[in-house]
C-alpha cells in the first residue's frame, strides 16, 4: 500500500515539475520576446523601438531581473525535484532488485533441496529394486528346490512301490 502512495506521490511531483516547466517556458518567451522587441535606453525601464506595436511596452529593468531570477530560482526547483524523483525511482528500482536476488537464492536453495531428495530417492528406489530382484530370484530357486524336491519324492515313492 506505501508503494501505491509512493508511486502517487512521485506522479504528483512529476505533474507539479511540468507545470513548473510549462510556467517557466512561457515566460522566458515572453521575457525573450519582450527583449528582443524593446531598446534599453536605460537602468529604469526598456522602451518600445519597434513599429507597429499597439501598445507600447515599457518594463523596468527590475521587474525583468526579478523575473529572470524567479525563472533561474524555477529552474532550480525543477532539477531538485526531478533528482529527488530520480533518486526515489533508483532506490525503488534497487529495492526491486534486491528482492528479486533474494528470491532467486530461495529458489536456489529450494532446487538444491529438491535434487538432493531427489537423489536419495532414487538411491532407495535402487536398493528396494534390488532387493525385489534378489526375492524373485531367491523365489525363483525355492520353486526349483520344491520342484525338484517333489520330482524326487514321487521316485523315491515309486521306488518303494517296486
Given at each position: 500500500m506505501s508503494h501505491e502512495l509512493d508511486n502517487d506521490t512521485s506522479d504528483k511531483m512529476w505533474q507539479e515539475a511540468i507545470n513548473t516547466q510549462n510556467m517557466f517556458n512561457t515566460l522566458s518567451s515572453d521575457v525573450e520576446q519582450l527583449l528582443t522587441a524593446n531598446i534599453v535606453n536605460n537602468d529604469d525601464d526598456i522602451i518600445d523601438n519597434?513599429?507597429?506595436?499597439?501598445?507600447?511596452?515599457?518594463?523596468?529593468?527590475?521587474?525583468?531581473?526579478?523575473?529572470?531570477?524567479?525563472?533561474?530560482?524555477?529552474?532550480?526547483?525543477?532539477?531538485?525535484?526531478?533528482?529527488?524523483?530520480?533518486?526515489?525511482?533508483?532506490?525503488?528500482?534497487?529495492e526491486r532488485m534486491m528482492d528479486i536476488t533474494e528470491q532467486m537464492h530461495e529458489l536456489k536453495e529450494a532446487h538444491t533441496t529438491l535434487n538432493e531428495l531427489a537423489t536419495e530417492t532414487g538411491e532407495k528406489i535402487t536398493i528396494i529394486h534390488d532387493n525385489t530382484q534378489r526375492a524373485r530370484d531367491d523365489v525363483d530357486a525355492g520353486v526349483d528346490q520344491i520342484q525338484e524336491a517333489e520330482a524326487r519324492k514321487k521316485r523315491q515313492r515309486k521306488r518303494r512301490c517296486w
Open positions: 519597434t513599429a507597429p506595436i499597439p501598445i507600447p511596452i515599457a518594463i523596468p529593468i527590475r521587474q525583468v531581473r526579478q523575473q529572470q531570477q524567479q525563472i533561474v530560482e524555477e529552474k532550480e526547483c525543477i532539477k531538485d525535484i526531478t533528482m529527488e524523483i530520480k533518486m526515489k525511482q533508483l532506490e525503488d528500482e534497487e
